[in-house]
């Protein structure tokens, strides 16, 4: 069965830092990685989709790297805002959908 | 915004009803999915549907039904609801399985006492 690993589960940063969140899977065999962003009480929102093909996409300050052979990825925060603050979650899509515990983001003014 | 909603948001039930939720999608993708999310454990996937009438189980389906009888509607089903169950349900869609973005819906908030 797939496990899908975030850490650290909480990190706290001053307004304007750049930072990473990690993202680590045991089965290589996925389809895709995707991250997502979501907020109290709220639905969650895509933010990436990384092809199993691919290594990395971007979307404006956000970085996602996909290393499939070592079960790694990254989400890079470039300039980070409070705007940011969030629970930010990673899923692997093989045979079935596994997400992990996400990384709790607060980013303080 | 992808055109999700569910129903109800909110639902407070006893041990032993039945419960349905509903999940309803403007945007016509074949692909629809009930998760739970639940503190420590994630988001996990209950069951999914590929079409009308076709679904298949997820990683948590002991418990749960669903029917999917039009394109645009998925029920979960709790055919006899346990306090285990108590938990925020997701819905979600996609064109495909593998190769495109999901889109979610609000969630709703059972609590089963």
């Known amino acids: 069965k797939q496990e899908v690993t975030q850490i650290p589960a909480a990190l706290s940063v001053p307004e304007g830092e750049n930072l990473v969140l990690n993202c680590s899977f045991t089965d290589s065999a996925i389809y895709n990685l995707q991250w997502f962003r979501q907020d109290p009480g709220k639905g969650l929102t895509s933010l990436l989709l990384?092809?199993?093909?691919?290594r990395e996409q971007t979307s404006g300050r956000l970085n996602a790297s996909l290393d499939k052979s070592s079960g790694r990825s990254t989400l890079y925060i470039a300039a980070s805002q409070p705007g940011d603050s969030a629970t930010y979650l990673c899923?692997?899509?093989?045979?079935?959908?596994?997400f992990g515990t996400g990384t709790s983001l607060t980013v303080i003014p | 915004d992808a055109g999700i909603t569910q129903s109800p948001r909110h639902k407070v039930t006893e041990t032993g009803t039945p419960v349905t939720l509903r999940c309803h999608q403007t945007e016509n993708h074949r692909y629809m999915y009930w998760y739970r999310q639940d503190p420590g454990h994630g988001l996990r996937l209950i069951h999914y549907s590929y079409g009308v009438k076709d679904t298949d189980k997820g990683e948590v389906s002991d418990g749960y039904s669903v029917s999917r009888s039009k394109t645009e509607d998925f029920l979960l089903t709790l055919e006899s609801a346990t306090s285990s169950q108590t938990s925020v349900y997701f819905c979600?869609?996609?064109?495909?399985?593998?190769?495109?973005?999901?889109?979610f819906g609000p969630g709703t908030r059972l609590t089963v006492l």
């Open positions: 979600a869609i996609s064109e495909s399985f593998s190769t495109d973005t999901q889109y």
């Open positions: 990384i092809q199993s093909s691919q």
């Open positions: 899923a692997v899509s093989g045979n079935q959908f596994y």
